[in-house]
C-alpha cells in the first residue's frame, strides 16, 4: 500500500477551494430524476447527461474529482475515448462508486445496510485499471421513532471501514460517506447528537481496520433540521453546529472533509458550506464539497436531453461550481448568483 499515492489524491481533491461532483447516480436513481423532467432514461440519454458535465470548458477550475458510477466509467464518446479519458484530459481525477446499495436490515424495520463487500478486491483492481484514482462508498442512517438502532450504526461503521481497508490496500483513496438522512421531523440536535455517534463509530472501525486516516476522506452529512421539522436553523446555527460536532469526533489527521447536499437545495448548501469556512475556531481539514443534486439540478432543468442546450446546462453547472468553491474558501456573496462577482 502506497500511503504517499492516496494522501496525495486526497489533499488534491480538496486543494484550493476545489471540491468533488459526485455523479454516481445510480440508472435507477437517475432515471426517477429524469422521470421528474420527462426525459427518456436510455443507457445513450445518460451517457449524453454524464458528458455535458465531464466536457464543460474550465471543469477543472473548481472540480477536483467526479464520482462516477458503474454503467458510466464503462462508456465511451462518440469519437470511443472513454468518459474517465474526458475527466483526465481536463485534469480532473475520476473516482468510482463501489458499494452495491443501501440493503434492508435484517432484524430492523425500515434501516439499510450498506453491502458490496464480497469481491470488491477485484472490482478495485479493475476500476483502478479503467483509470479510477479515488472510491465512494455510502451508509445510510435513518433518524425516526427509536432509531437508529447501534446495530445498524455498527453493521454500517464495520463496512465502511472494511471497504477504506480494501481501497487503500487497491491504492485507492476512500471517500468515506455515512450519511445521516434529513428526511423525517428530527431537530437540528437530534441530528447532532446521531451525527456525533455515527461519527465516532465510524473512526472506531477505522482505526480497528488499521485504515489510514492521512490517505482518506469523510464525506458526512451537515447538521440540520429535518425538513419536515417545525424549526428550521439559520444559517449561522447550522454552520456551528455542524462544525462543533466535526471538532468533537473527526480527527485532524484527516486531510478533507467534503460534504454531501443530501436533499438540501442549491443555495442552501452553497451557504451552508460558505459560513461553516467563514467560522473561526479549529478547522484542522479542509471543509469542501461531494455535491450531487446541488451541482447538477440547474444544469439538469436547462438540459432537458436536448442537444442544443448543452451550453445552457454547461453554464448552469460552471456557475453552481463557482459559486460552491467560494463557499468552500469562505468567500462566496449573493451578488455571485446574478454574476456580479463571476
Ligand atoms: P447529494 O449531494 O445529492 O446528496 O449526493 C451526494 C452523494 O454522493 C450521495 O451519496
Redesign the pocket.
Known amino acids: 500500500m502506497a500511503i504517499a499515492d492516496l494522501e496525495t489524491i486526497a489533499k488534491a481533491l480538496v486543494s484550493d477551494g476545489k471540491g468533488i461532483l459526485?455523479a454516481?447516480e445510480t440508472p435507477t436513481t437517475l432515471t426517477k430524476r429524469f422521470d421528474a423532467l420527462k426525459i427518456q432514461s436510455t443507457p445513450d440519454s445518460r451517457q449524453a447527461y454524464r458528458e455535458m458535465f465531464f466536457t464543460t470548458p474550465s471543469i477543472a477550475d473548481s472540480i477536483s474529482g467526479v464520482?462516477m458510477q458503474d454503467e458510466t466509467i464503462h462508456q465511451r464518446n462518440s469519437s470511443g475515448t472513454p468518459l474517465a479519458g474526458l475527466l483526465t484530459q481536463q485534469g480532473v481525477i475520476p473516482g468510482i462508486k463501489v458499494d452495491n446499495g443501501a440493503k434492508p436490515l435484517a432484524g430492523s424495520a425500515g434501516e439499510t445496510v450498506t453491502e458490496g463487500l464480497d469481491g470488491l478486491r477485484d472490482r478495485l483492481k479493475d476500476y483502478r485499471q479503467m483509470g479510477a484514482r479515488f472510491a465512494k462508498w455510502?451508509a445510510v442512517i435513518r433518524i425516526g421513532e427509536g432509531l437508529p438502532s447501534w446495530a445498524c450504526v455498527r453493521a454500517n461503521a464495520h463496512a465502511l471501514a472494511r471497504y477504506a481497508a480494501l481501497c487503500q490496500e487497491q491504492n485507492l483513496t476512500p471517500i468515506v460517506?455515512p450519511?445521516v438522512l434529513m428526511d423525517g421531523s428530527h431537530t437540528i440536535e437530534r441530528c447532532e447528537e446521531v451525527t456525533g455517534n455515527v461519527l465516532q463509530a465510524v473512526f472506531d472501525a477505522l482505526f480497528e481496520q488499521g485504515v489510514s486516516l492521512e490517505g482518506m476522506l469523510l464525506k458526512p452529512n451537515m447538521i440540520i433540521a429535518a425538513k419536515q421539522c417545525q424549526q428550521q436553523a439559520s444559517v449561522e446555527e447550522v454552520a456551528g453546529t455542524t462544525l462543533r460536532c466535526l471538532q468533537r469526533h473527526v480527527p485532524p489527521a484527516v486531510p478533507g472533509i467534503v460534504f454531501?447536499?443530501?436533499?438540501q437545495d442549491h443555495l442552501a448548501s452553497t451557504m451552508h458550506l460558505n459560513a461553516i469556512n467563514q467560522l473561526d475556531g479549529a478547522k484542522p481539514w479542509k471543509l469542501s464539497f461531494?455535491?450531487?443534486?446541488?451541482l447538477q439540478d440547474e444544469a439538469l432543468r436547462n438540459w432537458q436531453a436536448k442537444q442544443e442546450n448543452v451550453h445552457a446546462g454547461q453554464l448552469a453547472f460552471n456557475h453552481r461550481a463557482k459559486c460552491v468553491r467560494a463557499a468552500a474558501l469562505g468567500k462566496y456573496t449573493k451578488a455571485m448568483e446574478s454574476g456580479l462577482a463571476a
Do not use: K, T
Not at 454531501?260 to 436533499?263: M, T
Not at 461531494?290 to 446541488?294: D, E, I, M, N, P
Open positions: 459526485a454516481d464520482i455510502r460517506e450519511e454531501l447536499s443530501g436533499g461531494s455535491f450531487g443534486r446541488a
